[in-house]
């Protein structure tokens, strides 16, 4: 084979393996983000997260120090395999702790029965904060205090990107 035809079977196999480790990836993370037992499961046990964390840094450290597993046949592969998956494991754990609607949803959250919003109160003129993670709280108009009294602020992780701002 000629030298441009060997570049080019080289270039559609590195794509083809990018593109099944991110249609792996996404895959996962869509069962982690929309299927609800394996959604509570992740919510419920963070070792999840850690494990794949662990997972993927020995098989980082594996493929990025050692040239003996990173060069021979079955074992790059299988690596590369454990890697992805480790990898997509923590993308999906990381995914289902985003506070809101799933990341992949055009949808914005909803506001709950009880705020003011839901209620048709406030007319859309007051600014609201969307405290969406269930252990923070509802959506309250801001500066109506919490249960400490303070003014209500979003919650760290919580989604900014507030469409009544």
Known sequence: MDDKKVRHVFIRKVYTIISV???VTVGIIAVFTFVSPVRNFVQ???AVY???YAVFLVTYLVLACCQGPRRRFPWNLILLSIFTLAMAFMTGAI???WLGNPPLSPFPPSPSPSSPVARGG???K???HRATCPRV???RPAGEGGSDGEEN???PGSNLGDPLA
Do not use: D, T
């Open 122 to 124: 406030g007319g859309g």
């Open 137 to 139: 709280g509802v959506a």
């Open 21 to 23: 480790q991110l249609l």
């Open 95 to 97: 995914a289902r702790y």
């Open 153 to 155: 602020q979003p919650h």
């Open 126 to 128: 007051e600014r609201v």
């Open 44 to 46: 419920r046990n963070i």
């Open 50 to 52: 850690y494990c794949s």
